[in-house]
């Protein structure tokens, strides 16, 4: 099917996950894309009437634009598969196995790829244990400077780079607010980089690296989204073998993990160029400041093309 055959496509944005407003914003530049291809689509926010208008109208492909649990935690993409209705990404058993850190992590790690050291917690375990006890072997195990993060979610929220074991309690706190089990993992010094990975057809491939110089030296929610708090790199600044070493480390992690057609790898590229990785996303931001964007068109790709070429192979999958 070329895309002049693609007669309608159904993108889903919006949702309720703490990631609505980028999910929109990541919609629309789908929208737009497709559009200029002229591909007829149809922009839906996902409600208790969409499964529904899904039976009845039957899309040739659905592109979900859900950021957070509504979107990648596989639930809907495993509704998806139950209406059977072709749909952009990765399947639900392979996005259960990325939405949650600590089992990607562990399947990187037996791919043969660096992943950094570190301890999952649950709320109840830190309650009933006893906070104190609990910080007192986190930091005994893992001294600072570490990375307190949620095991499940996305933009960087409830994250904390804790440099003084004194701001432990505060960044588990924080962490415990967006999610029930928590990590605290070594944290790497280096380079940051995100890898996307795509699949038109002829197997997965790595995009230029981008390296990502937060102002204030954090990547959070608001250097993600704000334009001109953080600067980019594509292709990111590192040396031939450490870029070879990032991108066959995030093809290695996509195929690890059954990802299928477009992912993002976030790496950090220590000082030895050793690439670390850090985490996977199925769904990568699309916004006006997301990383696959910029890397698509460092490799010289025009989005209408590619993501045409993208929801193509979602319905040659599904055959």
Known sequence: MNSSALRSVTVLAGGISHERDVSLRSGRRVVDSLTSNGIAVDLRDPDATLLGHLTESRPDVVWPALHGASGEDGALRGLLEALDIPFVGSTSAAARLAWDK??????????????????????????????AGVLAAIADEHPVPVVVKPARGGSAQGVTVVDDADGLPRAMVDAYTYCDDVIVEQKITGTEIAVGVIDTGDGPTALPAVEIVPRNGIYGFEARYNAGETTFYTPARLEPDAADAAARAAVTVHEALGLRHLSRVDLIVDAAGAAWFLEVNVLPGLTETSLVPMALDAAGYELGMVYAALAEKAVADHH
């Open 102 to 131: 600590p089992t990607a992590k562990e399947l990187a790690r037996r791919a043969g790829v660096l992943t950094p050291r570190g301890i999952t917690l649950s709320h109840d375990a830190f309650r009933e244990l006893g906070a």
